[in-house]
T-cell receptor
Framework: DQQVKQNSPSLSVQEGRISILNCDYTNSMFDYFLWYKKYPAEGPTFLIS?????DKNEDGRFTVFLNKSAKHLSLHIVPSQPGDSAVYFCAASAPSGTYKYIFGTGTRLKVLA | DAGVTQSPTHLIKTRGQQVTLRCSPISGHKSVSWYQQVLGQGPQFIFQYYEKEERGRGNFPDRFSARQFPNYSSELNVNALLLGDSALYLC???????????FGPGTRLLVL
């Protein structure tokens, strides 16, 4: 049972344009959401997070939007740069005593120069 | 500041053998979590430790075990290795486990 889903395995965007990566979840108990970026042969790098009490969080070129009623979050990257090319994972956690993260399967972003 | 470190970076084992992976958290962090990432999937939670106590365990067989030391470093042990254990093993640290987790570079295990 995949509680966190990233339905787009890959995405290509022109440099300078907006990249939008999407993530859906099924567990309404999730209260903290994160995006990680992963390059080959490296561990995931934390990008941005959002608590369920907010609907938007912004950090530089990265903005995460949370729509709780739709159980959907998205990551916007503006403007996209070639160095943003990587696999992006969304993750969610619930206050269950174990603050484990449930990850999606990832979306491979390719930013074309 | 040093990030999360893991050793070794790569490892090749044969079926039935045992393996120990090591992790040092970010200085000041007291919680360590272990994840397994197989190709094409997101990381899957194996264990979380906080203050040397196991706080949680994912859906992995008893062949997987871990511990945390007084200096908050951690080891993950896998016994009786199977081909399906081939994966990237990631360690993540956080202050108490409730905050954002920061990942190390991982240990890539290949079981032949």
């Amino acid at each position: 049972d995949q509680q966190v889903k990233q339905n787009s395995p890959s995405l290509s965007v022109q440099e300078g344009r907006i990249s939008i990566l999407n993530c859906d979840y099924t567990n309404s108990m999730f209260d903290y959401f994160l995006w990680y970026k992963k390059y080959p042969a490296e561990g995931p790098t934390f990008l941005i997070s959002i608590s369920s009490i907010k609907d938007k969080n912004e950090d530089g070129r990265f903005t995460v939007f949370l729509n709780k009623s739709a159980k959907h979050l998205s990551l916007h990257i503006v403007p996209s740069q070639p160095g943003d090319s990587a696999v992006y994972f969304c993750a969610a956690s619930a206050p269950s005593g174990t603050y484990k993260y449930i990850f999606g399967t990832g979306t491979r972003l390719k930013v074309l120069a | 500041d040093a990030g999360v470190t893991q050793s070794p970076t790569h490892l090749i084992k044969t079926r039935g053998q045992q393996v120990t992976l090591r992790c040092s958290p970010i200085s000041g962090h007291k919680s360590v979590s272990w994840y397994q990432q197989v190709l094409g999937q997101g990381p899957q939670f194996i264990f979380q430790y906080y203050e040397k106590e196991e706080r949680g365990r994912g859906n992995f067989p008893d062949r997987f075990s871990a511990r945390q030391f007084p200096n908050y470093s951690s080891e993950l042990n896998v016994n009786a290795l199977l081909l399906g254990d081939s994966a990237l093993y990631l360690c993540a640290s956080s202050g108490t486990g409730q905050e954002t987790q920061y990942f190390g570079p991982g240990t890539r295990l290949l079981v032949l």
